[in-house]
């Protein structure tokens, strides 16, 4: 089975920024995509930014410029980084990975952006 931990999560204030990390451990190799989703409070999960092998998809237009995902295949990593974060940014992240056509998902991190 694969597991997926999220972190770096926290309170920040409008324009700051914050790196979420996700650790991929099992049954796992570096060319799984992985990617984030979000979910606002009050709203449905959304597809935020994607990453399969060099090729990475961003779905939230307020987004782009701002946030950067990136992976470090020596530890099963994936990060988001987020800058000029917005008040609109404020949700739970999770972090998924597809093995051989299988979404695995991790318990999110929240992310708040509030002055």
């Known amino acids: 089975q694969v597991q997926l931990v999220e972190s770096g999560g926290g309170l920040v204030q409008p324009g700051g920024s914050l790196r979420l990390s996700c650790t991929a451990s099992?049954?796992?190799?570096?060319?799984?995509?992985m990617g984030w989703y979000r979910q606002a409070p009050g709203k449905e999960r959304e597809l935020v930014v994607t990453?399969?092998?060099?090729?990475?998809?961003n779905y939230v237009d307020s987004e782009k410029g701002r946030f950067t995902i990136s992976r470090d295949g020596s530890k099963n990593t994936v990060y988001l980084q987020m800058n000029s974060l917005k008040p609109e940014d404020t949700a739970v992240y999770y972090c998924?990975?597809?093995?051989?056509?299988?979404?695995?998902w991790g318990k999110g991190t929240l992310v708040t952006v509030s002055s």
């Open positions: 990453m399969t092998g060099a090729d990475i998809t």
């Open positions: 998924y990975l597809n093995r051989l056509g299988n979404l695995y």
């Open positions: 099992g049954s796992v190799f570096r060319i799984y995509p």
